[in-house]
């Protein structure tokens, strides 16, 4: 009895330590299987994020209620290649309440499901509950060049790798030169400040139609008289003098984002839409539209200032009430397609020249943001 005894306590044991070898073995196991599935994630967020082109065929976003303008930027976001690589390099949210919050991270998401899934179009809720938190509003209309500069601003405060902040301001900042002349004692001040977007007129001074683009980037540069109740105060002089105001470019990014200016307001307050035709070409190079006295750049500068069009985000409607599309080249294909919500469809340039605008069709397509890509050095 006491040897068999003996025996039943020694196989307890080796069950026991056995057991134990197995535990560890089993959460070694574990833990290695888990780093395995970090890795591959961490492979599948490098090899899948940023990537913007249509081998999957061209994928929509459904319309929430009113997330037309949302869904027509994001597309002109997601198809340039250039700033999905700055996206897929951010640093991302450790706990689920800030990644709620964090616009890159959220845009990251949903630039995943649109590549990954093989349906035709996904659904942009969770990057509109996140753009919501930040008082940007669901379910009403907005204006596509204010929700750009919104969305780019929560997108750079939001980056924490002050190179990845540099590689987007350098991706799409314009940088110009403020002139004020005297015209008393023609003491004058300059100043540097930087924009997104180049809002264009598309009426001169005198409320006479322009155009074509180059027209309006004229007018846009064209030095200003301010007099009357528009005079400033001249340090010089010692009181409130007419000055003469001028603006230079001093620089354009990779990816020029140009704002016509086609909702205007009246005397009354209210806002009306300027539908009629406004050509835009193809290629637009600044060299041969600017004069000497426009640029404030060096000469290597100014040699880079050749674009080409990369999308057009076209209005169709009135000012209270309308509808987004956006038109985009892609640059793995070199084709154009339509992002009309959840609806893609491959255009041809003839199809893109229709968002010119007609003065007799007011509720017809006219292009409201231009978006120009650099040329590449021959």
């Not at 994001?74 to 919050?101: C, D, E, K, W, Y």
């Not at 100043?191 to 139609?209: A, E, F, I, Q």
């Amino acid at each position: 009895m006491g040897q068999r005894s003996g025996r039943q306590a020694r196989s307890k044991k080796l069950e026991v330590a056995l057991s134990r070898t197995m535990e560890a073995e089993a959460e070694i196991q574990n833990k290695e299987e888990e780093a395995e599935e970090l890795k591959a994630k961490d492979w599948k967020l490098t090899s899948v994020f940023g990537v913007a082109d249509l081998k999957n065929g061209a994928i929509g976003l459904y319309n929430i209620g009113q997330s037309c303008c949302l869904n027509s930027v994001l597309q002109v976001f997601f198809m340039n290649t250039r700033f999905t690589g700055i996206l897929r390099r951010i640093t991302v949210p450790s706990h689920a309440g800030q990644q709620r919050r964090h616009v890159p991270y959220q845009m990251l998401l949903l630039l995943e499901e649109m590549q990954c899934g093989k349906q035709k179009a996904v659904s942009p809720v969770a990057l509109a509950s996140c753009l919501s938190i930040h008082r940007v509003k669901l379910f009403v209309q907005h204006d596509a060049a204010q929700l750009f500069l919104t969305l780019w601003n929560l997108i750079k405060r939001q980056m924490k790798k002050p190179e990845l902040v540099e590689e987007l301001s350098d991706l799409y900042t314009i940088c110009v030169q403020e002139h004020l002349a005297c015209q008393k004692c023609s003491s004058e001040t300059k100043r540097n400040s930087n924009m997104l977007t180049l809002p264009l007129p598309v009426l001169d001074s005198n409320s006479h139609v322009l155009n074509t683009l180059e027209d309006c980037l004229q007018c846009f540069l064209r030095p200003e008289e301010l007099t009357e109740h528009n005079m400033c105060f001249c340090e010089q002089c010692g009181r409130k003098t007419p000055f003469l105001q001028s603006m230079k470019l001093v620089h354009l990014p990779q990816t020029l984002t140009i704002h016509l200016k086609r909702f205007c307001f009246e005397k009354s307050a209210y806002i009306h839409k300027l539908s009629h035709c406004l050509p835009f070409p193809q290629d637009l190079d600044f060299n041969a539209v600017l004069t000497e006295n426009q640029c404030q750049a060096g000469d290597s500068e100014k040699a880079a200032w050749k674009y080409e069009i990369f999308a057009v985000v076209a209005h169709s409607g009135s000012a209270s009430c309308g509808h987004y599309c956006a038109y985009i080249r892609s640059l793995t294909e070199c084709k154009w397609y339509c992002f009309n919500d959840s609806e893609v469809c491959e255009v041809s340039w003839d199809d893109v020249k229709c968002t010119y605008g007609h003065s007799s069709l007011h509720w017809g397509q006219t292009a409201y943001l231009l978006i120009y890509m650099k040329k590449r050095p021959q």
